[in-house]
């Protein structure tokens, strides 16, 4: 619903003051309501479209946080006969993290990491580039930036957030506080961190406080899908690449731009 204005803000897991453990916290949890929704299911759409038109099945995710949704994606994937190779980055990348995803995986669907940081909008690496969940945290110049790196080493790049509607702005805030609050006792950490959890969701509740404000002001963040084309064509050589703008209905509301490179 592109009648609902564009809101750039801040979110509190952004914050340079917040401490990385509290953002660790914050990005796991997400991870587990990937995980609780299958958002997988939606979200893996718009990857296979674009890796069934020609997209490298080497993945380059961009804003991994704590893992992202990326390997369950690949998973799923796999299960419909696309197979692919992932490679985690992050510009504060969560190597722990990243190290136990790659651990915890089948040999079908391998994943590695980028140790150091990866700029989104100074790339050098080979792949398809997605961004899951995260493109709304950069302004129209940065995430500009992001689409033409794309087109300048000529990789494709696959974009998925949830589109911006006054419908999720209402009522999935409620719901994603309600899933951090049940599934904190459920979350895998070490046990020092499994205690803090239990102690920021409980005792103070920071981590639903903060998933809560977070995911309202993501979906006012969100870009529409007229402000994503005039982006695109806003872009140098942006005709050497096919883009494909759009919405994959259900749950999640996952919407897409895929830019894949024209022969």
Known sequence: ???L???DFFELHDLDGTPRVLRTLHTESILTIYRLTDAAREYSRPLEL???SGADHRIVDLCSGSGGPVPLIQRRLHSAGVHTQVTLTDLVPNVHAFERVARNRPPCCPVDHVPSPVDATDCRLEGTRTIYGAFHHFAPPLATRILQNAVDTRQPIVVV???RSWLYVLVFPFFLMLAVLLAAPFQRNPLPRYLLRLALTYVVPVLPFMMFFDSVVSFLRMYGRA???RMVDALRDTSTFTWTIGVQRGFTGAQYLIGIPRP
């Open 161 to 163: 957030d949830t589109k």
């Open 227 to 229: 402000e994503l084309r």
């Open 5 to 7: 204005p564009r809101l």
């Open 50 to 52: 674009a890796l069934r």
């Open 1 to 3: 619903m592109e009648s």
